[in-house]
């Protein structure tokens, strides 16, 4: 049995994407934010394999989805400043992001350490939420149709999660 390690080579590679969220932030060129939306798009799927290659780590199982999260609400925040979305949209394609950060408050504070393998719905709304970001950096009217289709596959992806969870505790033995 292998020993997971506490630190690993695409921990870092993750841990660009908190720069990468300030530069989102401070940066008003779209060409600029295309660019850094495509390195961070490129560090979360490179981290994941590089991480599946040679080993996870306990501290990128921590920092990879607060990374993710950091970065979204970063480029989502300047959507909402900028005009672009309205509050209800902000929290429709940021949704199941904040039901994750409570979900991960809730165990935590409960002292239950669990661990969910990423699943398609979550892959989706990641999916969804660059796509409303290019639509963002290119001035595009999708983005509102692209907000709340994001909004309905979280939905979707939060009631999958749930129901995986209820289903795992339930066989577990108390």
Same mark, same amino acid.
């Given at each position: ?5 506490? /630190?690993? &080579?695409?921990?870092? +590679?993750?841990?660009?994407?908190? &720069? ?15 660019? $850094? =939306? ?8 490179? !981290?994941?394999?590089?991480?599946? #290659? ?6 990128? *199982?921590?920092? !990879? ?9 970063? *480029? ?7 005009? @672009? ?9 940021? +949704? #199941? !992001?904040? $039901? ?30 660059? =796509?409303?970001?290019?639509?963002? /950096? ?6 509102? &149709? ?5 909004? *309905? $596959?979280?939905?979707? *992806?939060?009631? !999958? ?7 795992? @505790?339930?066989?577990? &033995?108390?």
């Amino acid at each position: 049995m292998r020993q997971e390690r506490l /630190i690993t &080579p695409p921990d870092f +590679l993750t841990a660009v994407r908190i &720069p990468l969220a300030v530069a989102f932030v401070v940066l008003a060129n779209p060409l600029h934010r295309l660019i $850094v =939306l495509a390195a961070t798009v490129v560090s979360d799927v490179g !981290d994941g394999i590089w991480a599946r #290659r040679t080993g996870g780590s306990r501290v990128g *199982a921590i920092l !990879d989805p607060i990374c993710d999260k950091l970065f979204m609400l970063a *480029a989502f925040w300047v959507l909402f400043r900028e005009s @672009s979305l309205h509050l209800v949209e902000l929290f429709a394609v940021l +949704l #199941r !992001d904040a $039901v994750a950060l409570l979900s991960f408050l809730a165990v935590w504070i409960l002292g239950r350490p669990t661990a969910l393998p990423a699943r398609a719905g979550g892959k989706a709304v990641t999916i969804g939420q660059v =796509l409303v970001l290019l639509a963002f /950096i290119a001035d595009s009217d999708l983005i509102r &149709p692209l907000v709340w289709a994001t909004g *309905a $596959v979280s939905l979707y *992806a939060i009631a !999958d999660y749930s129901r995986v969870v209820l289903t795992s @505790s339930e066989r577990e &033995p108390e």
